[in-house]
């Protein structure tokens, strides 16, 4: 995802981060709130906000109900959803529309 923003400044993600099944339930808050201050860190230089265990339950929940079981994946403006990692070049032409 770095490498298709620094490629495409137009390009914007929207990062759901949520635990993936076999986490144990009390650390899951813990592991996603992390994984998060280290995204922004990593992108925006500094860490914005706490992290809201809540929205981690709610991420996981709204992944489960659309069949996403592990990441990365991507849900595309047009409701497809693609699992696993994938070069720049290949992202940048299934969000311009050539699939």
């Given at each position: 995802m770095k490498k298709a923003l620094e490629k495409r400044k137009d390009i914007v993600f929207y990062v759901?981060?949520?635990?993936?099944?076999?986490?144990?339930?009390?650390?899951?808050?813990?592991?996603?709130?992390?994984?998060?201050?280290k995204m922004r860190t990593?992108?925006?230089?500094?860490?914005?906000?706490?992290?809201?265990?809540?929205?981690?339950?709610a991420n996981a929940a709204f992944a489960r109900s659309l069949g996403i079981s592990?990441?990365?994946?991507?849900?595309?403006?047009?409701?497809?959803i693609y699992s696993?990692?994938?070069p720049a070049d290949r992202l940048i032409k299934l969000i311009d529309g050539q699939h």
């Open positions: 759901k981060l949520f635990p993936i099944v076999g986490t144990k339930p009390d650390k899951i808050g813990d592991v996603a709130c992390d994984k998060y201050a990593e992108f925006n230089g500094n860490i914005t906000k706490d992290c809201d265990q809540k929205e981690v339950v592990g990441t990365p994946a991507l849900i595309m403006p047009d409701g497809k696993g990692k994938m």
